[in-house]
């Protein structure tokens, strides 16, 4: 009978088994975590980026819209033709942030995922406030837009964070400027805003 050495068997042992195992899940998780951090920056960017393309969209709403401011001054004859900046009507300095009311059918202070114009409440993710001021009474305006969303997914620091605001209580708000405001906008945790700004003046046009 002969005795076998080391290199005539075949196969692993438990250990040598068990220690590759280990390995890899090591370098699995690894993996894994870079993964979901990959997929979060992506999903940031990608609301980031929607919200900015919703931002701007409302600029050039706004400035379509002082096309139709009629006459100068700030009664409501003057801005009665114009959709949002009606709200200057009667206004000595300006107006607290407001939700704008469409213009039309096909607009919204709404916005889906894709960030396309929705007033199902279930579809809203983007939600967008007005904000008004003079500067020169009667015939220049300051306008502000926030576009504001609930950050799905994000939880560090939960609901014991004294400004966190719950998904139900986002949703249910149906885009409230009010609501918003008391938030907090700029230190709630879950939920991010992006601001832009536009000068909108009235001008003489021939016969007025």
């Known amino acids: 009978m ?6 005539d068997r075949s196969g692993f042992t438990l250990v040598e088994v068990m220690i590759a195992i280990g390995i890899m899940t090591v370098g699995s998780l690894g993996i894994l975590s870079m993964h979901q951090a990959v997929s979060g920056a992506n999903r940031a960017a990608h609301e980031m980026n929607t919200a900015i393309a919703i931002t701007d969209r409302w600029v050039e709403r706004v400035e379509r819209d002082s096309l139709l401011w009629s006459e100068q001054g700030i009664n409501t004859s003057s801005l009665a033709s114009t959709a949002y900046l009606s709200q200057l009507a009667g206004q000595v300095s300006g107006t607290d942030w ?21 007033s199902t409440s279930s579809e809203m993710k ?17 306008v502000d837009i926030r576009t504001f969303w609930f950050r799905e997914g994000y939880m560090p620091g ?16 149906d885009c409230d400027a009010a609501t918003a405001t008391g938030w907090d906008l700029g230190e709630a945790p879950n939920v991010d805003v992006v601001f832009a700004s536009t000068v909108v003046t009235w001008l003489r046009r021939e016969g007025t």
């Open 2 to 7: 002969t005795g076998t050495t080391r290199s």
């Open 98 to 118: 407001f939700t704008p009311s469409p213009a039309d059918t096909d607009e919204s202070y709404a916005f889906n995922f894709f960030g396309e114009d929705t």
């Open 126 to 142: 983007y939600c967008v406030n007005l904000r008004m001021m003079w500067i020169r009474q009667g015939s220049s305006a300051r």
């Open 158 to 173: 939960g609901a014991t964070h004294p400004k966190w605001v719950a998904g139900s209580d986002f949703r249910g708000a």
